[in-house]
């Protein structure tokens, strides 16, 4: 049974984390209404690895395509790629407000934003968010002509993800929208802008976390890595092609539904 848990948290997490619903959100909510544990932040943060993986297997040929190049010549691809310059300046904000958070404040989030009535009424401003983003004129900016302005301007929204129920995804691809980005790009860019946010947010959960996991054993959180893993490939792969044709619509009728699902259910 305690495997099942597990696989059932790497279900959710792979599925929420790409899908603009909120990873974070549906692994507290849906463990409360199944009447198992709440896996908590840290426990959260850890199984997004799998997350990472995920997306570095289905974008290997984007990140990648370097792996023939000799040593130097990596170096310097790194230093000069432009999406990868872009993909770390958007990183920025969220790692100025997370570190801060978890300085200063570092039991807020559990003691407040992880409670229901927030993340309820954060699910509906969600939509709200997402509503404008899909109603907005489809613009012409794409991975290949976006300026690193655009990228930190994302990357600011991409910071507000530290909060229960915002959706890193739903906000990265809602903001690209309104800021002019072309759709398809827009949920690219997203999921390669979250690459290092998740990674890092992963690995500082799992160091300030370990005797936890260390009483826990890794063979549940290994099988927890790995549901992740497959179902986030699906996740990936279901939206960039559902996106393209079909916009947000969905998910915003969904994240209202699921936000008076919880408050009806406090």
């Not at 900016?141 to 995804?169: D, E, T």
């Not at 800021?179 to 992963?202: H, N, V, Y």
Request: overall charge positive; glycine content about 8%.
């Amino acid at each position: 049974m305690e495997y099942l848990k597990f696989i059932l948290y790497g279900i959710i997490q792979g599925l929420t984390e790409f899908l603009p619903v909120s990873s974070t959100a549906h692994l507290k909510v849906v463990s409360l209404f199944l009447g198992i544990d709440d896996p908590g932040a840290s426990f959260s943060a850890t199984i997004q690895l799998g997350s990472v993986l995920a997306l570095a297997w289905y974008f290997r040929s984007d990140i990648f395509n370097f792996r023939s190049q000799s040593s130097k010549r990596f170096l310097d691809y790194l230093l000069h790629e432009r999406l990868i310059k872009s993909i770390l300046i958007g990183t920025i904000p969220i790692i100025l407000l997370g570190g801060s958070i978890k300085i200063f404040v570092p039991y807020f989030f559990d003691k407040v934003l992880r409670s229901n009535v927030s993340i309820a009424l954060v699910s509906f401003l969600m939509a709200f968010f997402m509503y404008l983003a899909d109603s907005s004129k489809r613009g012409s900016i794409n991975i290949k002509n976006h300026n690193y302005s655009h990228s930190l301007l994302i990357g600011f929204f991409q910071a507000f993800a530290i909060i229960p129920g915002v959706s890193r995804s739903g906000v990265t691809i809602s903001s690209a929208l309104i800021s002019g980005w072309e759709i398809g790009d827009a949920a690219k860019f997203s999921f390669l802008l979250g690459m290092p946010a998740i990674c890092i947010a992963a690995i500082v959960e799992f160091i300030s976390s370990f005797n936890e996991f260390f009483l826990l054993g890794f063979p549940p959180l290994f099988v927890g890595l790995i549901t992740t893993f497959l179902t986030s490939l699906i996740a990936i792969d279901f939206l960039l092609k559902y996106f393209s044709s079909n916009g947000l619509k969905i998910f915003i009728i969904y994240r209202i539904i699921f936000g008076f699902v919880i408050l009806l259910n406090l």
